[in-house]
């Protein structure tokens, strides 16, 4: 095995476990087993509009300067893939999934105009390891393009099977799911390309935790909010 295949081994492991995997917050485990009032879906639909729209879809961006051209290329053509056709647009079918759940088109530009601060706080945190080096972008954007297709496409799987969103308004899930393993092996080579030693790859992976980390503030924050809403 070599040094960078051992390294995406233990990225993994460090993905795979309760602390950093995306899906282990309370939020994304009551939605996924049905357990997430329905009533939830308007409000966290808007909440969690930034994560994907306006600023919140370019973080992946912060990172260009710092890549070499063939890879700023490659994060470049995804951008101009999803700006030319509106079927594969995360943004835009976002939306079509938030107008589905009840939320209105003010709602959601509100929500970008002036995102919570959790959610915020995240999509900041990657950005801001994206400016700071590409090796410590390289391990963000292994724990994050790993884990968001396997997210986006099981809370698309609950929307479907326990909250009977039609399939007009799972687009976004379903193109989610359908571009992991395109983004899993670019992560790969972004991994390959610039942790290139032990310091490297130390920085990198304490970087991808740090982001899990935030992932999980997030999470669970917002799920405090929906409860609070319930009161």
Same mark, same amino acid.
């Given at each position: 095995?070599? +040094?960078?295949? #051992?390294? $995406?081994?233990?990225?993994?492991?460090?993905?795979?476990?309760?602390?950093?995997?995306?899906?282990? +917050?309370? @939020?994304?485990?009551?939605?996924? !087993?049905?357990?997430?009032?329905?009533?939830?879906?308007? +409000? @966290?639909?808007?909440?969690?509009? &930034?994560?994907?729209?306006?600023?919140?879809?370019?973080?992946? =961006?912060?990172?260009?300067?710092?890549?070499?051209? %063939?890879?700023?290329?490659?994060?470049?053509?995804?951008?101009?893939?999803?700006?030319?056709? &509106? /079927?594969?647009? &995360? #943004?835009?079918?976002?939306?079509?999934?938030?107008?589905?759940?009840?939320?209105?088109? #003010?709602?959601?530009?509100?929500? $970008? %105009?002036?995102?919570?601060? %959790?959610?915020?706080?995240?999509?900041?945190?990657?950005?801001?390891?994206?400016?700071?080096?590409?090796? %410590?972008?390289?391990?963000?954007?292994?724990?994050?393009? !790993?884990?968001? &297709?396997?997210?986006?496409? !099981?809370?698309?799987? /609950? @929307?479907?099977?326990?909250?009977?969103?039609?399939?007009?308004?799972?687009?976004? =899930?379903? $193109? #989610?799911?359908?571009?992991?393993?395109?983004?899993?092996?670019?992560?790969?080579?972004?991994?390959?390309?610039?942790?290139?030693?032990?310091?490297?790859?130390?920085?990198?992976?304490?970087?991808?935790?740090?982001?899990?980390?935030?992932?999980?503030?997030?999470?669970?924050?917002?799920?405090?909010?929906?409860?609070?809403?319930?009161?």
């Amino acid at each position: 095995m070599s +040094p960078a295949e #051992e390294f $995406l081994s233990r990225l993994a492991e460090d993905a795979a476990h309760p602390s950093a995997s995306f899906l282990e +917050p309370t @939020l994304w485990k009551s939605l996924e !087993t049905g357990g997430a009032p329905p009533e939830w879906l308007r +409000p @966290l639909a808007s909440v969690l509009f &930034p994560l994907v729209g306006g600023t919140g879809r370019n973080a992946l =961006f912060s990172k260009v300067s710092n890549l070499e051209m %063939e890879h700023a290329r490659t994060i470049f053509q995804q951008l101009y893939d999803g700006l030319s056709d &509106p /079927a594969r647009d &995360p #943004e835009k079918q976002w939306r079509r999934f938030a107008i589905f759940v009840g939320s209105t088109d #003010e709602e959601l530009d509100r929500a $970008l %105009e002036d995102p919570v601060l %959790e959610v915020a706080g995240f999509v900041n945190q990657a950005r801001w390891f994206g400016h700071r080096s590409a090796h %410590e972008a390289a391990g963000v954007a292994y724990i994050v393009e !790993t884990q968001l &297709p396997i997210l986006w496409g !099981t809370v698309g799987d /609950a @929307l479907r099977k326990h909250y009977r969103v039609p399939e007009e308004g799972l687009g976004f =899930f379903g $193109l #989610e799911r359908e571009q992991g393993p395109a983004r899993t092996q670019f992560v790969h080579r972004l991994i390959s390309a610039y942790c290139v030693n032990g310091t490297k790859r130390y920085e990198a992976r304490r970087a991808a935790r740090e982001v899990a980390w935030c992932w999980h503030a997030m999470s669970e924050q917002v799920h405090a909010r929906l409860l609070g809403l319930e009161t």
